[in-house]
């Protein structure tokens, strides 16, 4: 990470949304790690909840939000694999305006490091969706570890050099 610190921190307000059919708020412990490091980071966490594998309530939940001008990104965590209920990227299609592929190719190349050719059956995405960006990563402590420390920590940081996702924001609503 190359971060100029010439540069200001500006905060953003990001909700985030656990996808899980068993986990409940105590049980939620990536949800925790998430939430954790968006705070220690200096973002504010705008929202948060749990939605159970069920793509109409993902999606309402992510419309929810994202016509609320007070979030500027939302980060998913779990419903990225290849099960029957595992159906959080088939919500994200049905939101997005543009995707972000680049996303989670960087994201399985680093979860290979760890799980190696495990990492094949993440579905973890990102797209922009009417000027709010939405990351869906796996639902495993791991996973929500490397998806923060390597990649949304540092392109949700706008000192981040030579480019970050937050020096975007303005433009994203541009037709």
Known sequence: ????????????????????DSRGPAEDTSGDILAERIRATGHRLAARAIERDDVTAIVQRLNNWIDDRGIDCIISTGGTGLTGRDVTP??????????????????????????????VQS???????????????????????????????????????????????????EV
């Not at 973890?124 to 949304?152: E, H, M, Q």
């Open 90 to 119: 088939e919500a994200l299609d049905r939101v997005k305006d543009k995707d972000i592929p680049g996303f989670g190719e960087l994201f399985r190349w680093i979860s290979y490091e760890t799980i190696g050719t495990s990492t």
């Open 1 to 20: 990470m190359a971060i100029d610190q010439t540069r200001v921190f500006k905060p953003i307000a990001i909700a985030l949304l656990t996808v899980s």
């Open 123 to 173: 579905r973890a995405c990102a797209v922009v969706a009417r000027g709010t960006y939405l990351f869906a990563l796996p639902g495993s402590n791991g996973a929500v570890k490397d998806g923060w420390d390597r990649i949304l920590a540092e392109q949700l940081d706008s000192r981040n050099r030579p480019c970050n996702f937050v020096e975007l924001m303005p433009r994203l609503r």
